[in-house]
């Protein structure tokens, strides 16, 4: 029975950290903690977003969950899989999908379609699966039509979703985005953003996202933030964005909706908690 | 003064099968002493258009003139007046390269041909200018410094050439809230105590609305909407037909007022805003106590 119990949690926890601290150049004189005592839960089919100033942790955290880096102490389990196994890397690698800031630095292929079908080529997929993967892929990022194009004729935003079906077409249970529209113009953000709240929704996959942008945030159904190494909050993103002051205490913000929403409850005006879209503040003043 | 651009066209390879014509007859002008903004989507000509400032591309058609002088003519007065530009590429820390923070902020300044003194001076003072403290900082690798850092010492070498007007290309894109507001601080204080006329390049209508006191909106190469933010923001359509948003809190605003509010004018930054949703409360408070 307990057993049992054991493995139902283990099923549901995609990604669970315990104790977990990373430490750079160890025993050297720029020692310097980047994690320290992180534990923190991920679940299947949830969509977490990673808050933090430069230098908070969030990176070094998004590079051990696919076990790019080691723990220094604790311990990080990705679909119940120990990422210090070294025998384990590539089972967890395959379930894991990345994607960067930077949309130049991760297309290698010179035709959207080769380019995709890069990584499951390199996991030594059968060809005919190789085809329905990318076709398939391509289709949940919404970019069939560009399949023979080439990349650099792509905006910043088509290329970021490339980028996002590259991952996908791995068939990873979790994608990962460090920042992935810092680059991007307002309409490549927002065709980024739907892409993967779409991911989340249809295809069930994890979403971690990593951003400075608190609208981004927003739309998780969970907001982790993390100063100085540490988790400092959890919660959903109306929980965290009711409290302006103590995000901007740590050098982060809130979305411009929730600050107007502060401010007026701030002056001592009648405002409800939380308020967070448009439509809740026209509904909160406009009775 | 000014920077001006009579007709200035621009193309990419041409006579090539890629020919592309980045801009299509720009006039406009960036007037001394002001913070102007440049917005526009990808590939809406913005990069090409401020490369134009300080000559680094000739206009295929048409003429820039900075105080007056035609820059691409073969003289030493259009090289001079080439000099007064400062250029801060995007992800400008990727252009550091020096051992020192010290040597790198100082290349521009001696590939001008000061003497020694005036170089060490300067370089002082751009440090100082831009938050990273000379005795902590000087002698140590650029490479060793957090983002936020570096590109503030990458935007040091720029000004310890005392450029008289300073054109930047998303010079916040990729940093967090706090080194973004840093930065937007010590830009408008380049103006605001140096004097120096800042054109800048953003994505971000909450920066631009709270920086600008010239906007100009690209699309497809050519010039869609200038004037001052109060004008530009009203056009809401049309920066969306730009591929862009209005500041968010000029889209809450109109949605209150669609929505009956009794809001008097239009707001683009936050504290104008919620002043304005609160006159509007007082008077729905005194209309309902009569």
Same mark, same amino acid.
């Given at each position: 029975m307990?057993?049992?119990?054991?493995?139902?949690?283990?099923?549901?926890?995609?990604?669970?950290?315990?104790?977990?601290?990373?430490i750079?150049?160890q025993g050297?004189?720029?020692?310097?903690?980047?994690?320290?005592?992180?534990?923190?839960?991920?679940k299947?089919?949830?969509?977490?977003?990673?808050?933090?100033?430069?230098?908070?942790?969030?990176s070094?955290?998004a590079?051990?969950?696919?076990a790019?880096?080691?723990?220094?102490?604790?311990?990080?389990?990705?679909?119940?899989?120990?990422?210090?196994?070294?025998?384990?890397?590539?089972?967890?690698?395959?379930?894991?999908?990345?994607?960067?800031?930077?949309?130049?630095?991760?297309?290698?292929?010179?035709?959207?379609?080769?380019?995709v079908?890069?990584?499951?080529?390199?996991?030594?997929?059968?060809?005919?699966?190789?085809?329905?993967h990318?076709?398939?892929?391509?289709a949940?990022?919404?970019?069939?039509?560009?399949?023979?194009?080439?990349?650099?004729?792509?905006?910043?935003?088509?290329?970021q979703r490339?980028?996002?079906?590259?991952?996908?077409?791995?068939?990873p249970?979790?994608?990962?985005?460090?920042?992935?529209?810092?680059?991007?113009?307002?309409?490549?953000?927002?065709?980024?953003?739907?892409?993967?709240?779409?991911?989340?929704?249809?295809h069930?996959?994890?979403i971690?996202?990593?951003?400075?942008?608190m609208?981004?945030?927003?739309?998780?159904?969970?907001?982790?933030?993390?100063?100085?190494?540490?988790?400092?909050?959890?919660?959903?993103?109306?929980e965290?964005?009711?409290d302006?002051?103590?995000m901007?205490?740590?050098?982060?913000?809130v979305?411009?909706?929730?600050?107007?929403?502060?401010?007026?409850?701030?002056?001592?005006e009648?405002?409800?908690?939380?308020?967070m879209?448009?439509e809740?503040?026209?509904?909160?003043?406009?009775? | 003064?000014?920077?001006?651009?009579?007709n200035v066209?621009y193309?990419?390879?041409?006579?090539?099968?890629?020919?592309?014509?980045?801009?299509?007859?720009?006039?406009?002008?960036?007037?001394?002493?002001?913070?102007?903004?440049?917005?526009?989507?990808?590939?809406?000509?913005?990069?090409?258009?401020?490369?134009?400032?300080?000559?680094?591309?000739?206009?295929?058609?048409?003429?820039?003139?900075?105080?007056?002088?035609?820059?691409?003519e073969?003289?030493?007065?259009?090289?001079?007046?080439?000099?007064l530009?400062?250029?801060?590429?995007q992800?400008?820390?990727?252009?550091?390269?020096?051992e020192?923070?010290?040597?790198?902020?100082?290349?521009?300044?001696?590939?001008?041909?000061?003497?020694?003194?005036?170089?060490?001076?300067r370089?002082?003072?751009?440090?100082?200018?831009?938050?990273?403290?000379?005795?902590?900082?000087?002698?140590?690798?650029?490479?060793?410094?957090?983002?936020?850092?570096?590109?503030?010492?990458?935007? /040091? +070498?720029i000004i310890?050439? #005392?450029?008289?007007?300073l054109?930047?290309?998303?010079?916040? =894109? %990729?940093l @967090?809230?706090? $080194?973004?507001?840093?930065?937007?601080?010590k830009i408008?204080?380049?103006?605001?105590?140096?004097?120096i006329?800042i054109?800048?390049?953003?994505?971000?209508?909450?920066?631009?609305?709270?920086?600008?006191?010239?906007?100009?909106?690209?699309?497809?190469?050519?010039?869609?909407?200038?004037?001052?933010?109060?004008?530009?923001?009203?056009?809401?359509?049309?920066?969306?037909? /730009? +591929?862009?948003?209005a500041? #968010?809190?000029?889209?809450?605003?109109?949605?209150?007022?669609t =929505? %009956?509010m @009794?809001?008097? $004018?239009?707001?683009?930054?936050?504290?104008?805003?919620?002043?304005?949703?609160?006159d509007?409360?007082?008077?729905?408070?005194?209309?309902?106590?009569?």
């Amino acid at each position: 029975m307990l057993r049992h119990l054991l493995i139902e949690v283990e099923r549901l926890d995609f990604i669970r950290c315990e104790n977990l601290t990373h430490i750079y150049n160890q025993g050297m004189e720029n020692e310097y903690k980047a994690l320290d005592n992180v534990s923190l839960s991920i679940k299947e089919g949830e969509f977490v977003t990673i808050l933090g100033t430069n230098g908070s942790g969030k990176s070094t955290l998004a590079k051990h969950f696919n076990a790019l880096l080691q723990p220094a102490s604790g311990k990080c389990f990705v679909g119940g899989r120990d990422t210090s196994d070294e025998k384990l890397l590539w089972d967890i690698r395959q379930q894991i999908g990345m994607v960067f800031q930077n949309p130049d630095n991760q297309i290698i292929a010179a035709i959207v379609e080769d380019d995709v079908a890069f990584g499951p080529e390199n996991i030594g997929m059968k060809p005919s699966l190789i085809k329905e993967h990318v076709a398939s892929a391509l289709a949940a990022v919404d970019m069939e039509d560009y399949r023979s194009f080439a990349p650099h004729l792509l905006s910043g935003g088509q290329k970021q979703r490339i980028a996002i079906a590259g991952a996908i077409a791995m068939n990873p249970q979790c994608l990962v985005l460090d920042e992935p529209t810092a680059m991007l113009d307002p309409q490549g953000r927002l065709e980024v953003m739907s892409t993967v709240k779409q991911l989340n929704h249809d295809h069930s996959i994890t979403i971690i996202n990593i951003t400075h942008f608190m609208d981004e945030a927003a739309l998780a159904d969970r907001v982790i933030v993390m100063d100085k190494g540490k988790v400092v909050k959890e919660g959903t993103p109306r929980e965290i964005f009711s409290d302006a002051i103590s995000m901007k205490r740590m050098g982060l913000d809130v979305p411009v909706v929730a600050e107007v929403a502060f401010r007026l409850k701030d002056r001592g005006e009648n405002i409800p908690e939380g308020i967070m879209t448009t439509e809740e503040l026209v509904n909160a003043l406009c009775q | 003064m000014s920077i001006n651009l009579e007709n200035v066209s621009y193309v990419y390879m041409p006579g090539t099968p890629f020919e592309r014509q980045a801009l299509k007859n720009v006039s406009l002008e960036i007037p001394e002493g002001r913070i102007t903004a440049i917005a526009g989507h990808t590939g809406s000509g913005k990069s090409t258009l401020i490369q134009q400032l300080n000559g680094l591309l000739k206009p295929s058609d048409g003429v820039v003139e900075v105080d007056g002088i035609n820059i691409n003519e073969d003289t030493v007065t259009a090289r001079m007046a080439k000099r007064l530009v400062g250029m801060v590429f995007q992800y400008a820390e990727h252009q550091l390269f020096e051992e020192t923070v010290e040597k790198d902020i100082a290349f521009g300044p001696r590939n001008m041909g000061l003497s020694e003194e005036e170089i060490q001076a300067r370089v002082r003072e751009a440090m100082n200018f831009v938050n990273l403290d000379y005795d902590t900082y000087a002698k140590r690798s650029p490479f060793q410094l957090s983002g936020g850092q570096m590109r503030r010492a990458a935007i /040091a +070498g720029i000004i310890a050439m #005392k450029p008289k007007y300073l054109v930047l290309d998303e010079p916040v =894109a %990729g940093l @967090d809230p706090r $080194g973004r507001e840093d930065l937007l601080r010590k830009i408008k204080a380049l103006h605001d105590k140096q004097g120096i006329t800042i054109i800048f390049i953003s994505h971000n209508m909450e920066d631009i609305a709270r920086l600008a006191d010239k906007v100009i909106i690209m699309k497809q190469g050519e010039l869609l909407l200038e004037g001052a933010p109060e004008e530009v923001f009203e056009e809401s359509e049309v920066i969306l037909s /730009a +591929g862009l948003m209005a500041p #968010k809190m000029s889209l809450i605003i109109e949605s209150l007022k669609t =929505a %009956g509010m @009794d809001i008097e $004018g239009s707001a683009y930054t936050i504290q104008k805003g919620v002043s304005l949703i609160q006159d509007a409360l007082r008077r729905k408070e005194k209309c309902l106590q009569k």
